[in-house]
């Protein structure tokens, strides 16, 4: 529980922080111990959370868009009951990063609108359409298995708030892929044109799932100072080899072929190679220029506003009844 | 994938007046999925299309049971064109407004609520066993959509106005929650669901609750629109469906 | 562009009979009930819980870490508050 008094940044001339607070901290964080919302933190810290879980709220809120695009079409009952709850997963997960973020002197508010504003940035994997059934299949099988490999070790990360949403996002999220990857068995083991639709997304997918753990650790920005103060425990080009290395395998099982054909297992190191990733397109869809960045941003708003009414009129109804019972108790006294 | 039509007797017809209802309002609720006002009602929508499913799900699958024709729940579901559909017609209209989708909601929870409390104790025990649970759910569907039809009712002048205009749309719908035919009187005298009549007290009880404090009136009664519950629809169920059923129909025989 | 802040409250979750009721998370409402209900379908989906505590996040007096020597140091030396600083033979058995 989070007192907002007490979780407003510093500001003013003592935010010169002083040698002996930033050693107590980084003490605490090499012994692993949880930073709490109302302890000391370093400014840079503090805003390198704000960014961080922001970003991965903002993920799972544009993530339920391309999944949501198939809810309505869904082949089956249980299909449809199944895809509802995961994308409505995503939706509280959202919710759980959020509330975490705010508990380091942001609102919810603020942050949404840094989304909307096009400021902040969000996985651009949702940048990618779904063009068939098949892609619920791979989203789930690739994007979520990239995410869950993301994901698990933030459960250790040293924020306390964020470790503790991720322990419950992790816990929750353990369904999505396993339902995915039911989904591209059952496309695999269907007709010949169910077996190429598995295919096709594979095609498509594939390439933007392994950009999704962001750039080769030779160009990311933030990763030393995050592995340093624990916020992030592996590198990017870790987590990516121990996705590629989970995933081929499961996808041999479903007799789909990865379109890289560099890609090939070496038994010196037991890991799978795989070929270069065109990062000049990551960079590109990361800017904007995706096949749909400018559809889930306006979808994004265009909720955000057609919404404002409906939030204005529930603050309008709380302070009235809140007036209603002051003016009561007046009277009965 | 052949167009089916269901053997209608009164049971069956009867179940999927109850499952084409809760599985078509299921489906204009989902249509809200990462596009409702707030992440809160984002999660509280998708959680009551949820359970509609569920009971959808659990009515066709007795329905095809007692058809005894091989046929499953997404056989009535995705095979079934839009005459052969039984739900009300208020379930199928367009998902609108916030407004329009809660009013909505609460119309049809609160009749939902009081029939599955009473078909609770059908004599039929298999709908019995659906109504005990169905019941809890449409509740708390009730609470959920009644405490917000207030809070519209009551908060800004552009939500009340939002709410009296689905107000207007809706109110001729409501008259379908009550019909009762042949085949509704069979139900009846045989002890399997409620007569409507008996329902319709506590509707109007619900109603008149929720609307005293989100301070509505209630218009005199008119003519009231009908046909859902005997396959003449209007002109969204069929959008609607071929929507639902595109891919099983695109590729016949598919499993998925 | 900000618009106005829709409150915060945290919730509490009792799991299963006796059990206390634990802090889950936050959730955004107007008023009770709609934080009550937010709670239950944010917080309760998957069976989670028996009763729900929603708090406004406002309304929560915390203690400053600053304090924590003042606050929580002087119980260290105090060790006859526990069992294990009373000697009894064995032969006199569990107590």
């Known amino acids: 529980m989070y007192t907002q008094a007490l979780n407003q940044p510093e500001t003013g001339p003592n935010a010169a922080e002083d040698a002996a607070r930033l050693a107590r901290f980084e003490a605490r964080i090499d012994a692993e111990e949880r930073i709490e919302p109302n302890d000391w933190m370093p400014e840079a810290y503090r805003r390198t959370l704000i960014r961080q879980i922001s970003q991965h709220a903002h993920s799972e809120i544009v993530g339920m868009l391309p999944e949501g695009n198939w809810i309505t079409r869904a082949p089956s009952l249980r299909r449809k009951a199944a895809l509802l709850a995961k994308v409505q997963d995503e939706g509280g997960h959202g919710l759980y990063l959020y509330a975490a973020a705010e508990t380091l002197g942001v609102t919810r508010e603020e942050l949404v609108a840094q989304l909307l504003s096009g400021r902040a940035k969000y996985s651009s994997i949702f940048n990618y359409p779904t063009l068939t059934w098949a892609d619920i299949g791979a989203i789930g099988w690739l994007v979520d298995g990239a995410a869950i490999m993301n994901q698990i070790p933030l459960c250790r990360t040293s924020y306390g708030p964020y470790a503790r949403a991720m322990i419950r996002i992790c816990k929750e999220e353990s369904f999505h892929q396993r339902q995915g990857y039911e989904i591209m068995l059952t496309l695999c083991r269907g007709t010949p044109e169910q077996k190429a639709m598995a295919q096709d997304a594979l095609d498509r997918w594939w390439w933007p799932a392994l950009m999704m753990f962001g750039p080769p650790d030779s160009e990311s920005a933030h990763t030393a100072q995050s592995m340093r103060w624990k916020i992030k425990r592996f590198t990017n080009d870790e987590l990516r080899q121990q996705f590629v290395d989970a995933t081929v395998p499961q996808g041999h099982y479903l007799g789909l072929t990865f379109p890289d054909p560099e890609l090939r297992f070496d038994p010196a190191t037991g890991h799978w190679r795989f070929g270069a990733i065109d990062w000049e397109e990551f960079r590109r869809v990361l800017a904007g220029d995706g096949p749909c960045n400018r559809e889930r941003l306006e979808t994004r708003r265009r909720a955000h506003d057609e919404g404002a009414w409906v939030r204005e009129a529930a603050l309008a109804h709380a302070a009235k009844r809140r007036a209603r019972a002051a003016a009561q108790k007046i009277a009965a006294e | ?256 | 562009m900000t618009e106005t802040p829709m409150p915060l409250w945290e919730v509490f979750i009792r799991a299963r009979t006796g059990l206390a009721h634990r802090h889950v998370g936050s959730v955004h409402a107007a008023d009770a009930e709609m934080a009550l209900q937010a709670a239950r379908d944010t917080y309760t989906r998957r069976g989670e819980g028996l009763s729900i505590w929603v708090v406004p996040s406002a309304a929560i007096t915390a203690s400053d870490p600053a304090d924590k020597d003042m606050l929580f140091e002087p119980t260290a030396s105090k060790p006859y508050r526990h069992p294990t600083f009373y000697t009894v033979p064995d032969e006199v058995g569990h107590m």
């Open chain 2, 1 to 256: 994938m052949t167009t089916i039509a269901v053997a209608e007797t009164a049971l069956t017809l009867g179940l999927l007046r109850l499952a084409d209802t809760a599985l078509v309002h299921a489906h204009r609720l989902s249509e809200w999925c990462g596009h409702a006002p707030m992440l809160e009602e984002d999660l509280a929508l998708a959680n009551i299309a949820l359970d509609l499913i569920g009971q959808a799900r659990a009515l066709y699958t007795y329905a095809a049971e007692i058809e005894g024709a091989g046929r499953t729940e997404d056989d009535l579901a995705y095979r079934r064109d839009a005459p052969q559909y039984r739900n009300v017609l208020m379930a199928e209209l367009p998902k609108g407004d916030f407004a329009f989708t809660i009013l909505r909601a609460f119309f049809l929870a609160a009749q939902a609520e009081p029939l599955w409390r009473a078909t609770a104790a059908s004599r039929d025990a298999t709908l019995a066993a659906i109504a005990a649970k169905a019941a809890k759910e449409a509740a708390y569907h009730l609470r959920h959509a009644g405490e917000w039809v207030i809070r519209l009712g009551d908060g800004t002048a552009e939500s009340r106005r939002r709410m009296l205009d689905a107000f207007a749309v809706l109110w001729p719908y409501t008259g379908e929650l009550f019909e009762a035919d042949a085949a509704d009187r069979a139900l009846i005298e045989d002890g399997i669901l409620p007569d409507p009549a008996v329902l319709r007290p506590q509707w109007d009880a619900a109603v008149d609750r929720v609307f005293a404090e989100a301070d509505l009136a209630r218009p005199a009664d008119r003519w009231m629109q009908s046909g859902g519950r005997s396959g003449r629809h209007t002109e969204h169920l069929g959008h609607m469906l071929a929507v639902m059923q595109h891919l099983p129909r695109a590729y016949p025989g598919a499993t998925w």
